[in-house]
């Protein structure tokens, strides 16, 4: 099968959240907690264990770049709908230690959740703060790509529900160019700070859902450069090699000396 | 509910926390004071906080003890003639290895499903190396007390020689992997600060792990020259380390000197570095020699609850994250 992708074009979401229904209501996600957050319209704001896509919404500077639309507020709007970036390497399933935490046929990641213990280690390896365990279940949760669907030949329930077609799905190199494109046209529409949010250089190795955005990454919450914690094994391994060396010297120089 | 009436020390609380989120640089300037700029999403965590409960702390504890005393166990083996701290010092292994299980177990989210860690071996996750080293290490502390035991009772033929020599070594071996392997777990993370300090946590963790299995073994009476040096150079690296980590001031290392880490951290650190240095200097008479004991293993408990807490601070701080990975 080949590798499936979403591509979430922040220059077309309303923030009108039909993604965070239709995720919830087809993969039977609980309730979360009903807070009002007093920060913009969102009140969900990040994605969690029960919350696999999140409406961000942003309010710009008005110097930060043209409106997207006709509005007499004073500031730019942005709207962006979150989701797990099925990275490249992902930090969760290179840490997971029961082999809960696998790569799927069409490149997705996927908990199993009959097998995941709950050790919580995921939670911290994940460099983009989207897998959480569940308070009431102990398990780790996170955006399937609606794996059961796609099998079924079906596309992501978000991606399905989406009106204005902001969340794209389809095949990763097909969705690698239509990216492209859409920043190249939205330039040349004078959206001049528009970009491509799929870290490739880094160790991450590049997104299987990946962003077209207006502005900085940061203004997101999207790390700038995130990395893979498998590349600080090396360094840490190193040094607790040679300290445990040194820890046995000390001992074996007590009872020498 | 109905809230409690404002004291004057509340609203001078409300008032600083709307400080902070100020830019007051601008004061002498001719424009009004504005909100920080913040690059992230309003202020909010990219990352989330370490689900770890109360319980990890202290397994590293332990496990860090358990490790070490078997060191100290093939040391004296190898070395002494003491035969009663052999014995003791493995069984401190061995107790540490089987208590050990019991708290990394009531810290999973599914307790029951505990042997799930044990369906792979995975060398790139260093949450499932320490699984399996904890399970190695609880078994061969096992062969060297059995055998030890038969020893002390008059049956000693080759096999059961061999497997005591055969039991202590690799025990001690597992237990080096299984005091510094914490290090590594919390070092190789998305976490802010941990990940910046992954060289230092290893020998953190080994150096409290070294002088907190000598503690152990002084408590249980064992007064010797061997123990004191132990101590003391346990102390000498946790001061030096106490030094490195005060004088680390990169935004990163925030949680190590502000709020409720770096308290709990500072405390940790001046017990277990200069005050436990301070009292075995003084003197090598028991007394002092058991409160140095006390110090370090206090100490070095608090300072693996005080990782954890700065794990969960740096976690909070999207901006640090943001500048982290502008720089590298």
Known sequence: MSVSAFLTDATLCIGCKACEVACKEWNEVPADGYVWSGLSYDNTQSLGASTWRHVMFLEQPQAAGPQLAETTDPFRWVFLSDVCKHCGNAGCLEACPTGAIMRTDIGSVLVQNDVCNGCGYCIVTCPFGVIDRRPDDGGAFKCTFCYDRQKAGLIPACAKACPTESIQFGELGDLQERAKNRVQELQTRGYHDARLYDPQETSVGGLHAFFVILGQPENYNLPPAPEVPTTYLKSAWTSAIICAAIALAIVFLAFAL | ?328
């Open chain 2, 1 to 328: 509910m109905k809230a409690a009436k404002a004291t004057e020390a509340r609203l001078d609380e409300i008032r600083k926390s709307a400080a902070e989120s100020a830019d007051l640089s601008t004061r002498g300037n001719s424009y009004p004071p504005q909100i920080r700029g913040k690059e992230s999403y309003y202020g909010l965590p990219v990352l989330k906080a370490p689900v770890w409960t109360w319980e990890v702390p202290i397994y590293f504890f332990i496990g860090g003890i358990a490790g070490l005393s078997s060191c100290i166990a093939l040391a004296a083996h190898l070395l002494g003639n003491d035969a009663e701290l052999v014995r003791s010092a493995l069984w401190v292994a061995l107790i540490g290895g089987a208590i050990c299980p019991i708290f990394l177990i009531a810290d999973l989210g599914r307790p029951a499903r505990f042997l799930a860690m044990l369906r792979v071996a995975k060398i790139q996750s260093p949450m499932s190396v320490g699984a399996w080293v904890l399970v190695a290490f609880s078994g061969c502390a096992l062969v060297a007390v059995v055998a030890e035991e038969l020893i002390v009772r008059g049956y000693s033929d080759v096999l059961i020689v061999g497997a005591n020599w055969a039991g202590d070594l690799t025990a001690a071996l597992t237990g080096l992997v299984l005091a510094a392997y914490t290090g590594v777990l919390i070092g190789a993370t998305a976490n802010p600060v941990w990940s910046h300090n992954r060289r230092a946590l290893p020998a953190h963790f080994l150096a409290a792990a070294l002088g907190g299995a000598g503690a152990v073994l002084e408590l249980l009476g064992f007064f010797i020259a061997p123990t004191q040096l132990i101590g003391l150079a346990a102390a000498i690296i946790e001061t030096l380390l106490g030094v490195h980590f005060e004088l680390s001031r990169l935004p990163v290392n925030a949680p190590l000197h502000r709020g409720k880490s770096a308290i709990g951290f500072r405390i940790a650190g001046v017990m277990a570095g200069p005050v436990a240095l301070i009292l075995r200097l003084a003197s090598d008479s028991p007394p002092a020699r058991r409160a140095a004991a006390i110090c370090f293993l206090a100490g070095s408990l608090l300072s693996r609850y005080a990782w954890i807490w700065a794990g969960r601070a740096s976690a909070k701080d999207p901006e640090v994250l943001f500048q982290i990975q502008r720089k590298s």
